[in-house]
């Protein structure tokens, strides 16, 4: 499983970004997808999930109504719609593929991207 995330980038406060992460030798459509973030100095966290079908999202409280996370299972991509951004999001994502389900079992993971929040 290869995972390679993409579209970080430096923002502003209130800004909107989207963070990719396409998949390759795998059959996407069968792994739960997952968001992850670490800022430094702080342990990694979880911040949104996918359901194989896309059906069903999990969110960490602290991005719920701001970040949407959805996937395209003909494109082998998820995706991760940033709204609304706090310096506090600053972070590197990480993007990440579970076979067992939504909330655990993530054993795939991407190399990575920085997303940066200016105040």
């Known amino acids: 499983v290869q995972l390679q995330a993409s579209g970080g980038g430096l923002v502003q406060a209130g800004d909107s970004l989207r963070v990719s992460c396409a998949a390759s030798?795998?059959?996407?459509?069968?792994?739960?997808m997952g968001w992850f973030r670490q800022a430094p100095g702080k342990e990694r966290e979880f911040v949104a999930a996918?359901?194989?079908?896309?059906?069903?999202?999990a969110y960490v409280d602290s991005v719920k109504g701001r970040f949407t996370i959805s996937r395209d299972n003909v494109k082998n991509t998820v995706y991760l719609q940033m709204n609304s951004l706090k310096p506090g999001d600053t972070a590197v994502y990480y993007c990440?593929?579970?076979?067992?389900?939504?909330?655990?079992?993530?054993?795939?993971w991407g190399q990575g991207t920085q997303v940066t929040v200016s105040s």
């Open positions: 990440a593929a579970s076979e067992t389900g939504v909330t655990s079992g993530y054993h795939y």
């Open positions: 996918i359901s194989r079908s896309g059906g069903y999202t």
């Open positions: 030798g795998v059959t996407f459509s069968s792994y739960y």
